[in-house]
Structure formats: C-alpha cells, structure tokens
C-alpha cells in the first residue's frame, strides 16, 4: 500500500532538468539508494535487521537509505499510533550515527500524509526537529516543484520558523530539480523573495556537498555565483560534512566542497559544527536550531571566507572530549 516505484526517482518522471548524463545518473542513484531504505524499512522484520541491510549499502550513498529508512518508520508511527513505535527505538540503535539524515526522512512522510508539521514536532528531537520540516520542504521541491520552485508557494500549515526550515530543504532539492547545474541555480535561487534567499543557499550547499556531482570548478561556480550569501552556502556545506563524519562515510566531494567552499577540511568543518552546538540556549523567539546555524555562518563572515577572499579560519574550537553529538 505505501510503496513507491523507483521511477519516481527518474528526471524523465520528475520533469528535472539534465544538462549532463553523469550527474543525472549521479543524482538518480541518490533518488534510488532513498527508495531501497524506504522499503527495507516496510519489509524488515526488527531493527537489527533493518541495520545491517542498510549498512550493505555502498558507503557513499549509505546516508541516503537511511533518510529513506526514515520516512519509512515515521509513516508507521504515524498511520499506526496504537501500535509498537518504530521511528524512536531505530533511531536510539542501529541509527543512531544517522540522526541528521533519519529526521530529514521522517519529514517526508510529514509532506506525504499532509500532516501539521507544528503538531509532529513533538515527536523529534529538541534540537534537530527542524530537519524533519527540512525533509517536509525537500520533498515540497522534489515531487511538487511547479508549485513550489516556479510559483513559490508555501504550505498554508507552515508558519514563523518553520517556513524558513522548509526552504532549507526547498533549497536541497534544487540541487536535483535543476540537475545540479551551477550556472543555473544561481539564477533559479535570485527568483525567489531575497528573504527566502539565505535559507535557500543554506539547503543548495548541504546538498552539493552531501550528494555531490560536479567537479571543484563547478563547486568554486557556485561559490561565486552564491555572491553576499555565500556564508549561508557555507553553513550548508559545514552540516553536510558533520553528518557524513558521524556515520564514518566522509566522500571525497564532500572533501572537496568543504576545501573550496569554507577554505577548510572536512574534519575541520565537522569540528566547527560542533563546536557551534555547544551551549545552545533554550528554544525561544530564535530556535536553538537557528542559533547553531548563524554560529557557523558568523564564522565565515568573520574571516571573510566565500565571496572574495578565502582563508583558512583560525581559532576554531575543537570539541571537547565527551562533548554532546549532535549530528
């Protein structure tokens, strides 16, 4: 009843544009690897199972089955509240170095049951609640792009920081509606209202680093085309890098989207994550969410690294010993 035909992961079904073979095929392994978790997740009989099927997937897009994994267990707590709950329990073992990528699924099913998200909220983490609003708007982008890339609709239900968090995920699926094209998403990201804009790039660069394709001319592009929000790009590049450190599947575009993008390596742009995430205040007016996020990005305003002049950041503190992981 709730499966979903790998065709959906096609640009041919999707309508996405294609300027390049390889990185739409690139980008549809992403879709595919997404919808193999989905399923295992329906089909699997226990958690530890559903573990070690998710960790025979290639490293590299590992990340990917477990978002799918998520959607997956999130829709069952949801269409099943009286029974045994899935999401949490998953998420507290064999996910547990997955939580950035599990929480972006548990948004999707959110989109795909046209639920509250401000009611769902509860049901996440404190602190990383908001990715599942992130997945809400991924999806938004994915599967309904006419109305939210060309016309710029957002969710009725949405409301205050909610809507910035959907278009951080709206951000993430131009990566693929535009087929990663660093020449266009410029263009396509200016469409929108300039307050939309910053969150918009925040999402563009989590994906570029996380899903990858181009090659480091085409990263230092879209650098430059990011221009005065080339921090917000940054801030996404550094989540991506810190989510890829905890499940011990660092890639090599990750690597280099952080060397070209933050003028940093990944160990250093996963440490400053952390870092950012110490002490966070209590949610109030400004989410704590939002308060890691401008840490990161005040970072790079700070050194000036992005639009110009790039240099390595110093001072950057190394997380403690023992320190919380948030990602």
């Known amino acids: 009843m709730f499966?979903?035909?790998?065709?959906?992961?096609?640009?041919?079904?999707?309508?996405?544009?294609?300027h390049d073979d390889s990185l739409r095929l690139r980008l549809e392994q992403v879709g595919q690897t997404f919808l193999e978790g989905y399923h295992a997740a329906l089909e699997a009989e226990g958690d530890a199972a559903l573990g070690r099927r998710l960790d025979s997937v290639e490293a590299e897009v590992r990340g990917f089955a477990y978002e799918g994994a998520g959607m997956a267990?999130?829709?069952?707590?949801?269409?099943?509240?009286?029974?045994?709950?899935?999401?949490?329990?998953?998420?507290?073992?064999?996910?547990?170095?997955?939580?950035?990528?599990?929480?972006?699924?548990?948004?999707?099913?959110l989109a795909r049951l046209r639920r509250d998200p401000s009611k769902a909220l509860t049901e996440f983490d404190p602190l990383l609640r908001w990715l599942a609003i992130d997945g809400y708007g991924f999806h938004e982008?994915?599967?309904?792009?006419?109305?939210?890339?060309?016309l710029h609709k957002l969710p009725r239900r949405l409301s205050g920081y909610a809507r910035?968090?959907?278009?951080?995920?709206?951000?993430?699926?131009?990566?693929?509606?535009?087929?990663?094209?660093?020449?266009?998403?410029?263009?396509?990201?200016?469409?929108?209202?300039?307050?939309?804009?910053?969150?918009?790039?925040?999402?563009?660069g989590l994906a570029c680093a996380y899903a990858g394709g181009p090659d480091a001319d085409g990263i230092d592009a879209l650098r430059v085309g990011a221009g005065?929000?080339?921090?917000?790009?940054?801030?996404?590049?550094?989540?991506?890098?810190?989510?890829?450190?905890q499940a011990g599947n660092m890639a090599e575009h990750t690597r280099m989207?952080?060397?070209?993008?933050?003028?940093?390596?990944?160990?250093?742009?996963a440490a400053l994550a952390s870092s950012a995430a110490q002490?966070?205040?209590?949610?109030?007016?400004?989410?704590?969410?939002?308060?890691?996020?401008?840490?990161?990005?005040?970072?790079?305003t700070r050194s000036g690294?992005?639009?110009?002049?790039?240099?390595?950041?110093?001072?950057?503190?190394?997380?403690?010993?023992?320190?919380?992981?948030?990602?």
Request: charged letters at 20%; one cysteine or more.
């Open 305 to 327: 690294v992005g639009a110009g002049r790039r240099r390595t950041l110093s001072g950057v503190a190394q997380p403690r010993a023992g320190a919380l992981s948030v990602l």
């Open 141 to 150: 982008g994915y599967f309904r792009w006419p109305a939210s890339v060309v």
């Open 228 to 245: 005065r929000f080339s921090t917000h790009l940054a801030q996404g590049v550094v989540f991506a890098a810190a989510a890829r450190q």
């Open 164 to 204: 910035r968090a959907f278009d951080q995920g709206l951000g993430r699926s131009l990566w693929f509606v535009e087929g990663a094209d660093v020449e266009r998403l410029p263009t396509t990201v200016a469409t929108f209202a300039e307050e939309r804009q910053p969150d918009l790039w925040s999402g563009v």
């Open 3 to 18: 499966g979903i035909s790998a065709e959906e992961a096609t640009f041919s079904r999707r309508g996405f544009r294609s």
């Open 257 to 269: 989207a952080c060397r070209v993008v933050c003028d940093l390596t990944a160990e250093a742009a």
């Open 73 to 109: 267990l999130a829709l069952l707590d949801f269409v099943k509240p009286w029974g045994r709950k899935r999401f949490r329990p998953f998420l507290a073992g064999p996910g547990s170095a997955h939580q950035y990528m599990m929480h972006v699924g548990a948004g999707w099913a």
């Open 279 to 300: 002490q966070l205040p209590l949610d109030r007016d400004v989410p704590a969410y939002e308060v890691w996020r401008r840490r990161i990005a005040n970072e790079f």
